[in-house]
C-alpha cells in the first residue's frame, strides 16, 4: 500500500542518500513556492512506521551547502506531514575528546552563514520565532539514548559552528571557533534548524564526526579524501541508529516546537494577503484564516 503522508522524516547528509529497510516506497516530486526540493522524497515505511527521506545534496551530492534548497524541503516535508525531522549530517570537530568516527548529537549552533535565505516570513509578513534552543530537546535524548543503547560512542550535547562552504576552514578560523567554546563544525545545520521550528517541526542532528578540521596539530589538514573515507564508516553505523530512532519517536508530542508559532506572528491578520496566506497555508494554516 502507497504511503501518502509521514510523520518522521530523515534528511540525509553527505554518503547518505537513501534509507534502508523502507518497504512500500513511492517517490514523490513536489514543487513548492520556494522551488523544487533537493531530489525526490521517498515515502515508505518502517515496521509500519511512515517514514520520509530525503537526500540533502541530492542523490550522487549533486548540491553544494550554500545551494541546498532548505525552504523547499522544509516546506515539501510539512506538506507531507512530517512532525519530526532527524537530519544526518557530516562534521567536524574542534576539541580532543570528539573523535572521528564519534556521533554527537548536538544542542547549540553558532551561525556563520551568510548567503542563505533562512525565514519563510521574507516579506509580508513578520515572525519572530524564539530560537534559544535550536534543537527539539525531547527528540535529541531519543537520538542520543538511541546510539548509546546500540554501544557507539556518542555525546549528549554540543554547539556546532555552521559555515557557509564549500571550502573548509582556515587555521586561523578554526582556532578562532575553538577559541569561542565550540565543539563542531558543519555546513548544512542551518538554516534548516531555524525552518524547522518556523514549520513548528521537531528538528535533531545526528552528527557523524569525521575530522578535526584544521586546528590539530596531531593530525592531518582535513581534505576530502579523509573526510569521505570516516564518512563511509559513520554512514554504515548511522543507518543503524536510525531504525532504533524511528521506531521510539512515533508517538505523540509534548514540546515547545509544535506550537512554535502560537506568540510568533507579530502581523495583523487583516494586514496579510491572501496570496500570502494560500502560500503558507501548510506553515501558518492553524494561526490565519485561508482564502478559500
Not at 11 to 28: F, H, K, Q, R
Not at 106 to 130: C, E, K, W, Y
Not at 184 to 209: D, F, H, N, Q, S
Request: with cysteine; proline share 5%.
Amino acid at each position: 500500500m502507497a504511503i501518502k503522508q509521514a510523520n518522521i522524516a530523515v534528511i540525509g547528509g553527505s554518503g547518505l542518500y537513501e534509507m534502508e529497510g523502507l518497504e512500500d516506497l513511492t517517490p514523490v516530486d513536489l514543487e513548492t513556492p520556494f522551488g523544487k526540493p533537493s531530489d525526490s522524497i521517498m515515502l515508505g515505511s518502517l515496521e509500519g512506521v511512515p517514514v520520509a527521506f530525503l537526500p540533502r545534496h541530492g542523490r550522487g551530492h549533486r548540491v553544494n551547502p550554500t545551494n541546498i534548497p532548505a525552504r523547499a524541503n522544509i516546506y515539501a516535508l510539512k506538506s507531507l506531514g512530517v512532525q519530526r525531522i532527524i537530519s544526518v549530517s557530516a562534521v567536524g570537530s574542534l576539541k580532543e575528546e570528539f573523535a572521528p568516527l564519534d556521533l554527537v548529537v548536538p544542542n547549540q549552533l553558532i551561525d556563520r552563514t551568510r548567503q542563505r535565505a533562512s525565514t519563510f516570513f521574507d516579506q509580508g509578513m513578520v515572525v519572530h520565532i524564539g530560537f534559544a534552543e535550536p534543537f527539539c530537546a525531547d527528540t535529541s535524548q531519543i537520538v542520543y539514548q538511541s546510539a548509546q543503547e546500540l554501544g557507539i560512542r556518542v555525546h549528549p550535547g554540543g554547539t556546532m559552528v555552521v559555515m557557509e562552504g564549500p571550502a573548509f576552514s582556515t587555521r586561523a578560523e578554526s582556532f578562532m571557533y575553538r577559541s569561542w567554546g565550540a565543539d563542531l563544525i558543519g555546513m548544512t545545520a542551518l538554516p534548516e534548524a531555524k525552518l524547522a521550528r518556523e514549520a513548528e517541526i521537531c528538528y535533531a542532528t545526528l552528527a557523524c564526526v569525521t575530522d578535526y578540521d584544521c586546528w590539530h596539530t596531531g593530525s592531518a589538514t582535513v581534505t576530502v579524501e579523509v573526510v569521505v573515507q570516516n564518512l563511509l564508516k559513520n554512514v554504515a553505523t548511522s543507518k543503524e541508529v536510525l531504525r532504533r530512532i524511528i521506531l521510539r519517536l512515533n508517538g505523540d508530542r509534548d514540546c515547545p516546537c509544535a506550537s512554535a508559532l502560537k506568540d510568533a506572528i507579530i502581523t495583523p491578520e487583516d494586514r496579510i494577503s491572501e496570496e500570502l496566506k494560500r502560500k503558507l497555508a501548510p506553515i501558518v494554516g492553524r494561526y490565519v484564516t485561508r482564502c478559500v
